[in-house]
């Protein structure tokens, strides 16, 4: 009995570092199982390479079991699983996760029902010790499965409570102005931008950093939103079809505002057609007294037929058949310059926010601004002191470098206006990138053009992950950039190596997008 309670407990020690690595990439998928079985297979050859020993550790445990009987047996089995344990608990200790598991209410839960799985797969396991060492390695990623089956009702029941109680404030609150704001990329920073107009005027609430799900707005209703508000500044994401119509359903603003369309999340959505309507559900939802804000610089916003006939407004930084567009631009390395043009109102604007894409985004804050009635005065004063909006084109100094931070940008468009901006830069230009993903059967080719679009704009190329970057060294080379001056490494943090060894106090560094580590390989 003795030798069976070591055994499990020897059993539990190897599963705990794959469990505790199969919920977090669980995570990281957005606790989608469709997700994960796509990321499963697409990783299972360097998954295979990674584990060479605890896999070696395994096949001693089948072997020394099968061989040999009795303590001779034991002692090789629990020898196999005590080694695995103890490397893989030594090996994630040296790493250094992009996003870490978070523990929230869901993840623990999901840890207590894993655990009872596990320990049943181990009660089974000791009528067959041998097999312990492929248990350990393979049982936590089988148990995600059933593990989520059983956590989903209660999950859905817990969302559906809170939901329940963040719609009944709102119901309450008749007075607030709400404002809903969607697109493929530009949304946190067109409400950042927003938010410093309005608040001036109005007691105003964000959701913030990235709360654009209906959990994240839940919950920023439920803990944030009070009497004295006046206006809710709302972000809202989606990566399926009908997310934007559920989050419209949900808050129902009465302004809303379409920052962008591209060919972001093409897996999950499966056209760009799919892309389009949902993301103008913004604007097809809204009440018959609402107010629509459009960016008619994007192809696919200006030819998307309306049905709805509130009233609305366009902007853009290229067209001029727009209620606001910007002229007499100056681009620097600091920020820009220009002026808002909105019929017979000529109005100059000066802001720390980098590149063309910013523009756009002041564009759409300002017309909302000017809705609501906020001052020119108070928008000159908010446009010039707003502070720079985190990983987003942030200009910062690390260590004595300069970066530009847009670490959070994962979209064609912001790409290319980010080496846009990279090229404006004085010094050496580096860019660290990742690439982009959830693109779709166009991912290669828009990577393979991202590269192609260094040339001239970057000296220097830290290519991050083998795999998801051979589109972008493809294009480096189809482009003739000089290959001597790009690496392909496994890792941010030997990126970051590479940098502070070689680049100067004057060179800029771009870091483009920032792949969870489930999507870094």
Not at 244 to 260: D, R, Y
Not at 277 to 289: G, N, S, T, V
Not at 299 to 325: A, L
């Amino acid at each position: 009995m003795i030798m069976k309670i070591i055994m499990a407990a020897a059993a539990a020690f190897a599963m705990l570092v794959p469990a505790k690595h199969a919920l977090h990439m669980f995570q990281q998928n957005r606790y989608e199982l469709g997700r994960l079985y796509k990321w499963m297979k697409e990783s299972f050859s360097t998954s295979f390479s990674h584990n060479t020993v605890p896999l070696a550790l395994a096949v001693i445990c089948l072997i020394g079991g099968m061989l040999f009987k009795g303590i001779i047996g034991t002692v090789i089995i629990l020898a196999s699983l005590v080694m695995m344990g103890l490397y893989q608990y030594a090996d994630e200790r040296k790493k250094n996760y992009i996003k870490p598991l978070v523990y929230t209410a869901r993840v623990k839960r999901q840890i207590a029902v894993m655990a009872v799985l596990a320990a049943v797969v181990i009660l089974l396991v000791l009528r067959v010790p041998a097999l312990a060492g492929f248990c350990a390695l393979l049982a936590p990623w089988l148990l995600v499965w059933p593990m989520a089956l059983i956590t989903s009702p209660l999950e859905a029941a817990i969302r559906q409570k809170y939901l329940n109680e963040a719609k009944q404030i709102l119901k309450d609150h008749r007075d607030l102005i709400k404002i809903g704001i969607t697109g493929s990329f530009g949304k946190t920073t067109t409400k950042n931008i927003m938010q410093a107009m309005i608040s001036e005027q109005y007691n105003s609430l964000m959701t913030p950093a990235s709360y654009n799900t209906p959990m994240g707005i839940t919950r920023t209703i439920r803990e944030m939103l009070k009497p004295i508000h006046r206006v809710f500044v709302c972000e809202m994401g989606a990566d399926h079809v009908g997310d934007i119509t559920e989050l419209m359903e949900f808050v129902q603003p009465q302004i809303g505002v379409v920052t962008s369309i591209g060919p972001q999340h093409l897996n999950t959505f499966g056209s760009q057609e799919n892309i389009t309507k949902e993301k103008m559900q913004m604007i097809e939802l809204l009440p018959a007294d609402g107010f629509g804000i459009l960016n008619y610089d994007n192809d696919f916003i200006r030819n998307y037929q309306i049905k709805n006939s509130v009233e609305r407004v366009t902007y853009g930084v290229h067209s001029r058949d727009v209620d606001y567009y910007a002229d007499e631009i100056t681009y620097t390395a600091s920020g820009s310059v220009f002026t808002v043009v909105h019929g017979e109102e000529r109005v100059r604007l000066e802001t720390k926010l980098l590149g063309e894409l910013n523009i756009l985004n002041i564009l759409s804050a300002v017309a909302c601004a000017r809705h609501l009635g906020v001052d020119w005065k108070v928008i000159e004063r908010a446009v010039r002191t707003m502070k720079q909006v985190e990983h987003r084109l942030e200009l910062k100094i690390i260590n004595g470098h300069r970066f530009i931070d847009d670490a959070f940008n994962a979209n064609p468009t912001g790409s290319a206006m980010a080496l846009d901006v990279l090229g404006m830069m004085p010094g050496r230009r580096w860019i660290v990138t990742p690439g982009m993903i959830d693109l779709g059967p166009k991912q290669e080719e828009i990577n393979k053009n991202f590269g192609m679009n260094m040339k001239g704009k970057a000296d220097e190329v830290i290519l991050v992950g083998r795999s998801q970057t051979k589109p972008i060294y493809e294009g480096l080379q189809e482009a003739g950039f000089d290959m001597d001056h790009v690496s392909v490494v496994d890792k941010v943090n030997e990126a970051f190596a590479v940098i502070y060894q070689t680049a100067d106090a004057d060179d800029t560094i771009l870091l483009e997008n920032d792949l969870p580590d489930a999507f870094n390989h």
